[in-house]
């Protein structure tokens, strides 16, 4: 059954008979690329089982045509809002579905002026779909960071003493890019020395130097889809003190890694890398959740955190991302993305997780 359809009957189900994505210069693009294939900044899909419909502005009417099968509603000028009303008169609904967390309280009160109906959220529904991962959507994931963990290891050929963190993070950007990517998932994180201990530290005119650690976090995006990796490295040679937080994380990282399937809870899979870092004394110092879906977004369902009392669905894919932050000293993140199996996790990254000196 195509995903379209498995929508249409999850709403049917909640009782909506019409559902509005409304998508103009908003947080609720992947949503419409995500039912419709659009994946134009200004857009309103209009849909039900019977008829789909995707109002847009001229600046997307041939892009529209070539992505999605959605019957074309050209805007141009006037109240979009008498638009989307003129097009919702067509299914004469009762009950309509919302995004209700990516709209926003303006957006909402036009359009319950204009329509009369009674609306009900539907952000359950699309991240509940969402985080469940199609075999093409996985591909896609795994071309992701394909491209970002060979970035990864053509960057770190770049750095030498006196370097920039935001060099390095331009480099890093530059090299996913050139090698496929169709761009990146968030802003490069490179931070150095007593900076990493900010856990998404942006980079800075700090100058890197001989004798201190090294954090990336980055992530390329292949057909809308997110790759999310960390790495901690070390320029020069560590101390005993960075070593033992290093291998720290790197032991909560196998204990998830080895323990995590779809048969636990995030919050589970959360305990098993917190209690250890706690035991070893550093439980102050990892004060994040231990990881998130990715796909579309680099931050969705499911979370792997100990607010998490749901079963992590089969075949999602998330981040299995420990750290420990000291302040004024240094931090280190380790993370990895895992493909939820029904009896284990599989290990999409392929960097090695030991420690690398540079």
Known sequence: MSRLYRFFDKIEQLGVDMAIIYNVESSSRPSTYYLSGFTGSFSVLVLNRDKQFIITDSRYFEQAKQ??????????????????????EEFKPK????EFQRISHNVFLKINEKIKADFLPLDSVIESMRSVKEPEEIENIKRA????????????????????????????????KKLGADGIAFETIVIS?????????????????????????FGAVVNGYCADITRTVFFGKP??????????????????????????????VDALARSHIHQKGYGQYFGHGLG??????????????????????ESAVVTIEPGIYVEGKYGVRIEEDVLVKKDFFERLTTLPREMMTI
């Open 193 to 217: 020395g007593p900076r990493t201990s900010l856990p998404h530290g942006r980079p800075s005119s700090k100058r890197i130097n001989r004798g201190e650690p090294i954090t990336f976090d």
């Open 95 to 98: 009950t309509i579905g919302l």
């Open 67 to 88: 992505q999605t099968k959605f019957q074309l509603i050209e805007y141009r000028n006037g109240d979009l809002f008498n638009s989307i009303k003129a097009v919702v």
């Open 145 to 176: 960071i394909s491209i970002s963990e060979k970035a990864f290891l053509k960057t770190i050929e770049f750095i030498k003493e006196g370097v920039t963190e935001r060099e390095v993070a331009a480099e890093f950007e530059y090299n996913m």
């Open 292 to 313: 998130h879906g990715i796909g579309l977004e680099v931050h969705e369902s499911p979370r792997v955190n100990s607010s998490n009392v749901e079963l992590l669905p």
């Open 239 to 268: 101390d005993d003190e960075f070593k033992k937080i290093y291998d720290t994380v790197y032991e909560a990282q196998t204990i998830a890694l080895n323990g995590g399937s779809a048969n636990m809870k995030g919050k589970d």
